[in-house]
């Protein structure tokens, strides 16, 4: 049988029929299964927040013990005058979510993110 | 009797409506930069004791502490009454193992960990719910660049909360408080170095400033 690593790639339409805690429930429901999620589109900062909470709460001793996160930071031209006027930060953009235990980021840039992915 | 208990309450009600209420500065940022040093400096500066042990060994802080009613004067006489909360290092992965490394026995080593992930989610809390104002702390021999830090400051600034960056460890030879400024170029950035006091003054200063 071949082993590997599953790598679920998540568009942003499939988000954004999810309520906030649906979409945290989903990345960190298949992180904790070992996969590794890459949105098309990244998480508010509200829901960045509420995402490293409940990571912390579902830390288990010799199990699954937190996520790897590494996002490009949102373009300013995509904060829309009313997001602008109503104080909205955009969300980021391409986003990797995956477990600690298995990928670790190596080198991000502007336009560049490198991760290694451990089988182990 | 009865009017003594109406004059009370209307009293205690007054009191409520106006009495000023202080803000929450909290000290945010990754594990070992030095927040519990500067927490207990300024408690020492200030009030005379301190908060929190401190320790080389990460996730030393575990709870949130606050410290009320820190009273700061600013070099124009102008001063700000706040309560400083000190809250446990920012991560997104903990592992009991790393604490192995630094001779700590597995069980201590497993309630350390489980009490460092009830205390970075505590942290978390405090910040969407409680807090009016950050100094974010950051070691300046350190990358600033890493995603919690790019993270944080994206979710203090979704609440439009103010900040001070604090520069910190630039008694090292490695410091480079020039990296952090051009990481965050958007806020102030103030290098100090809390176990020598260097800078402090600066600090006190912007906070006077930028805290209300």
Known sequence: MMQGIQIDLISEER????TSMERIRLILDRVREGTIVILERGLAPEEQSRLVEM????????????????????KAEETHLIARLLGRKPPTRLTVI????????I?????????????G | MVLGQTTSRISKFLQKLFRKR???IGIYGPPNAGKTTLANRIARDWLGDAVGAVSEIPHETRRAF???????????????TIDIV????VTTKIDYKEFLEYGIEREEAITRAREATEGVAEAMHWLREDIDGVIYMLDSTADPFIQVNIMMIGIIESRHLPVIIAANKIDLPDASPQRIKGAFPQHPVVPISCIEGQNIEELYEKMVQHFR
């Open chain 2, 22 to 24: 202080r803000s929450k």
């Open chain 2, 86 to 89: 000190d809250t446990p290092g």
């Open chain 1, 55 to 74: 990571t912390m709460q579902e830390i288990l001793p010799d199990g699954f013990n937190g996520i790897e996160i590494e996002s490009y930071p949102a």
């Open chain 1, 15 to 18: 988000l954004a029929d999810l």
């Open chain 2, 66 to 80: 606050r410290k009320q009613d820190i009273c700061i004067t600013g070099s124009n006489g102008h001063s700000i």
């Open chain 1, 107 to 119: 080198r991000k840039d502007k336009d560049l993110i490198s991760a290694w992915i451990s089988t």
């Open chain 1, 98 to 105: 995956g477990p600690a235990n298995h990928i670790r980021m």
